[in-house]
């Protein structure tokens, strides 16, 4: 439970992001961007893999890079859900997706599975 809040908190982070750096992303107050995060997350959870699978074919030939038009797909459904939510075009919602994307990677490297800070301790001997 506590590793899908903290998810939460670091799409919201990315969204907050997203929202002060690429000039086409409005999100109005915090409750809307709590929805978003929670949205968003359930349409990564539950729309995207279906959507991969069946743009698998364009996203092979294009050598993965239809990816980042799939994740600006899944930005731009979440603000057609949320009217606080506003992507005022496609290559908004492609510099949003990607403001999010790198936010989640980088905090996904500190933290596991279960939610909680994980260090990695290498000894050379």
Same mark, same amino acid.
């Given at each position: 439970? !506590? ?7 670091? +799409?919201?982070? $990315?969204?907050?992001?997203?929202? =002060?750096?690429? *000039?086409?992303?409005?999100? !109005? ?6 929805? =978003? !995060? ?10 995207? *893999? +279906?959507?991969? &699978?069946?743009?698998? *074919? ?13 994740? !600006? ?10 009217? $606080? ?7 908004? =919602? ?5 403001? &999010?994307? +790198?936010?989640?990677?980088? =905090?996904?490297?500190? +933290?596991? *599975? ?12």
């Amino acid at each position: 439970m !506590a590793g899908i809040v903290l998810r939460t908190l670091i +799409i919201m982070l $990315g969204l907050y992001l997203a929202s =002060a750096l690429v *000039p086409g992303v409005h999100i !109005a107050g915090t409750g809307n961007m709590i929805i =978003a !995060a929670v949205l968003l997350c359930l349409v990564n959870a539950i729309v995207r *893999p +279906i959507a991969f &699978v069946l743009t698998l *074919p364009i996203t092979v030939v294009t050598l993965g890079l239809f990816l980042f038009v799939l994740n !600006a797909a899944m930005f731009g459904l979440v603000a057609a859900m949320l009217d $606080g939510f506003v992507v005022d075009g496609f290559w908004s =919602a492609i510099f949003g997706a990607i403001i &999010v994307s +790198i936010t989640s990677t980088i =905090a996904s490297w500190y +933290i596991g *599975p279960s939610g909680r800070y994980e260090v990695f301790v290498v000894r050379r001997d």
